[in-house]
């Protein structure tokens, strides 16, 4: 990210993949084509994790650190492979276009994915399958028997488990993986097809000049295969329950910050160990992504840690964690090391020395520049340093178009309108804002889609500190047409993005 470059921020569950949800089908490759002719050069999406019903399937809030989500895997492409047959795919239950219902969606992809798994079963070439398992058993013979456990046991967390299973007693997990052989397989096959289908969806966005920017969040879920697998790296009591949890102080999203709940990683058994868990972390994002943004940077460098049995974020503490020494050994395991720091929210002096240091490149939001009277704001587009991304709004924001008409007070609007030098019509705002982030210093400009489309409040994909009704939105195929494709190559272009 030396030289100028933009790109658009949309996950792929947005996509208008048939059906229910977006997947790495046609309409994935025809997402590629669109940022390709609107002379987009990064294409950057949310984790790609397992997501859970009952955490309102947030790809920040996963079992897993290196499984994949089977949601994703695309039916066209089962069929297209003989895994399939069109009468599998053919009809299915009547989903709306404009959004997620993830309780109609996984239930019948969960029934097509298994038949896929069937036929599977019977071809005798598996060399590829059998490749990828071996390649990927440090964590995916965990995972398996874990998915497997947890669907056999009704989804009771791990910590309430049989005790010898709880406590990986080698009897015991051979005795699991005796008796749930299929269920092991099949998860096996579904992380194997799923990494065929997104390896190709890949190279073809490098053929387009396009690289991938992924995303993971620093934490892993406590009901997680990693946890399980490896709880003498977590701050875990006898029980195996969390002593301490995770989460963010009061900020601009919440009066009494974020509970996340997640348990913290002893940085002490961590370093001991050379950060041998995240090495392998990092090196398997690092194959799957051009550029990895690490969601909640900063708790590598200090973290809010907050007793478990506290129900906000208010009452907790600032601790320290070995930035320099973990990013050194990571520096000296990846070269280059392509790392974005989501260093958003109470940024200590300590945060900026780390990634100054190390020259991670940081973000800043054209949303939160207008909040105050402040000509030296650090998100006013004259006040950026070449090394970082602008974003007009991330996943996490309201749209530019909800925010004008929504949250924005006479006199924010009034900034924005000195910082522009005229009067904009509401209509014509994200056009604005996205030209403000593309003309601007920053190496890199990103903007989600819903700004490209300028979509209002309702297109909004998370709203922080609620635990319903999110990550749902969903791209129309008619939205992208060809006159907003040339507004917004014309805008890349003429800011030397292209």
Avoid at 45 to 65: E, V
Avoid at 458 to 482: D, H, V
Wanted: net charge positive.
């Amino acid at each position: 990210m030396q030289q100028r470059g933009a790109g658009v921020l949309l996950h792929v569950t947005s996509l208008p993949s048939h059906p229910g949800i977006g997947d790495f089908g046609p309409e994935a490759y025809a997402f590629a084509d669109f940022l390709a002719a609107s002379k987009q050069r990064y294409w950057q999406i949310l984790p790609l994790n397992p997501t859970d019903l009952a955490c309102d399937n947030s790809p920040y809030h996963s079992f897993s650190a290196f499984a994949f989500n089977p949601l994703l895997i695309s039916p066209e492409l089962l069929v297209e492979e003989g895994l399939l047959n069109r009468r599998d795919v053919g009809s299915p239950p009547i989903f709306t276009k404009d959004c997620v219902d993830f309780r109609t969606v996984i239930p019948f992809k969960r029934k097509i994915l298994f038949s896929a798994h069937e036929r599977f079963k019977t071809r005798e070439n598996k060399q590829g399958y059998e490749k990828f398992c071996v390649e990927n058993a440090f964590w995916l013979d965990d995972y398996s028997v874990f998915v497997a456990l947890r669907s056999r046991l009704r989804g009771k967390p791990w910590h309430q488990w049989p005790t010898e299973i709880r406590d990986r007693q080698p009897t015991a997990i051979d005795a699991v993986r005796a008796d749930l052989t299929l269920e092991i397989q099949r998860e096996k096959f579904l992380q194997y097809v799923f990494h065929e289908q997104w390896t190709n969806l890949k190279n073809y966005c490098h053929q387009k000049g396009i690289q991938v920017i992924g995303d993971i969040p620093i934490y892993v879920v406590h009901n997680s295969a990693d946890v399980w697998a490896h709880p003498e790296m977590f701050s875990l009591g006898k029980d195996k329950k969390p002593d301490v949890v995770a989460g963010v102080p009061p900020d601009y999203f919440s009066k009494t910050g974020q509970l996340w709940g997640n348990p913290l990683y002893r940085w002490d058994v961590l370093r001991q160990r050379k950060y041998d868990w995240w090495v392998k972390r990092m090196a398997h994002n690092l194959k799957l992504f051009d550029w990895v943004r690490i969601d909640h940077f900063r708790g590598f460098v200090g973290y809010w840690e907050i007793p478990a049995q506290e129900k906000t974020a208010i009452h907790g503490r600032w601790v320290k964690a070995p930035a320099m020494d973990f990013f050194k050994t990571m520096k000296q395991r990846f070269q280059p090391f392509p790392i974005i720091a989501e260093d958003l929210g109470i940024i200590t002096p300590d945060v900026k020395e780390i990634m100054d240091f190390f020259a991670f490149p940081g973000m800043k939001v054209l949303l939160f520049a207008f909040g105050e009277d402040n000509p030296k704001h650090p998100y006013l587009p004259h006040m950026y340093e070449k090394n970082c991304l602008v974003y007009t709004g991330t996943h996490d924001n309201n749209t530019v178009q909800g925010w004008f008409k929504r949250e924005a007070k006479p006199e924010d609007k009034n900034r924005l309108f000195r910082t522009l030098g005229r009067f904009v019509p509401e209509k014509e705002i994200h056009w604005e804002f996205i030209r403000l982030g593309a003309m601007s210093t920053a190496n890199t400009f990103i903007v989600p889609i819903q700004d490209v489309l300028g979509l209002g409040e309702n297109a909004r994909m998370n709203r922080p500190a609620t635990k319903k009704g999110n990550w749902r939105w969903r791209l129309l195929p008619e939205q992208l047409t060809s006159s907003l494709t040339e507004r917004f190559r014309e805008i890349t272009e003429a800011s030397g993005r292209a």
